[in-house]
């Protein structure tokens, strides 16, 4: 049952993270493949789905990620959405809005994929700053506020 809700919740997650069609697709092959295979993910937080059928175009390796304070909760990003630390998203300084990336933290091999929708970090040798949701599923060390990380964006 427990694993029913969970597979559910993971698919709401993702379902909702990508609103583009072929991804999706993919992605509930994947959860289907998993499912016959008996290779379900326990949580959202354990992992993000490996699909070698997900198309990666490297971007950076050795990146610094940070996350958001609780204080911008209910504000406006830069593409007009209402942010919240909740979510998967994230703020780079090039990246086009709605642009999907895969976060992996180089410490503990954790990803997450999160959806650009404003601009930032402001601090000097920061790359991305992510929401605290997302920045802690793939932190090791549960203290820290900045993290090496790898990023890739996810093509259609």
């Known amino acids: 049952m427990k694993k029913t809700i969970t597979l559910f919740f993971l698919i709401a997650v993702i ?14 092959a994947t959860i289907n493949t998993m499912k ?12 993000v789905i490996q699909d070698p059928k997900l198309k990666l175009k490297f971007y950076k390796k050795d990146a610094n990620a940070s996350y958001y304070h609780d204080k911008f909760n209910g504000r406006r990003t830069a593409s007009g959405a209402k942010f919240s630390n909740d979510g998967y998203t994230a703020a780079h ?40 949701k997302g920045f802690m599923e793939i932190a090791k060390n549960k203290g820290i506020g900045v993290m090496v990380v790898t990023i890739e964006e996810i093509v259609d």
Do not use: Y
């Not at 379902?15 to 509930?28: E, H, L, R, Y």
């Not at 295979?37 to 937080?45: E, M």
């Not at 090039?94 to 933290?105: A, D, E, H, Q, S």
């Not at 402001?122 to 605290?132: A, M, N, P, Q, V």
């Open 15 to 28: 379902g909702f993270a990508f609103s583009k069609g072929p991804v999706v697709d993919k992605i509930k």
């Open 36 to 47: 016959t295979s008996g290779n379900t993910t326990k949580t959202a937080k354990d992992s």
């Open 93 to 132: 300084r090039k990246f086009p809005f709605g642009t999907k990336l895969k976060v992996t933290n180089q410490a503990s091999g954790k990803s997450i994929i999160v959806e650009i929708n404003d601009r930032g970090p402001f601090s000097r040798g920061r790359e991305i700053d992510l929401t605290k």
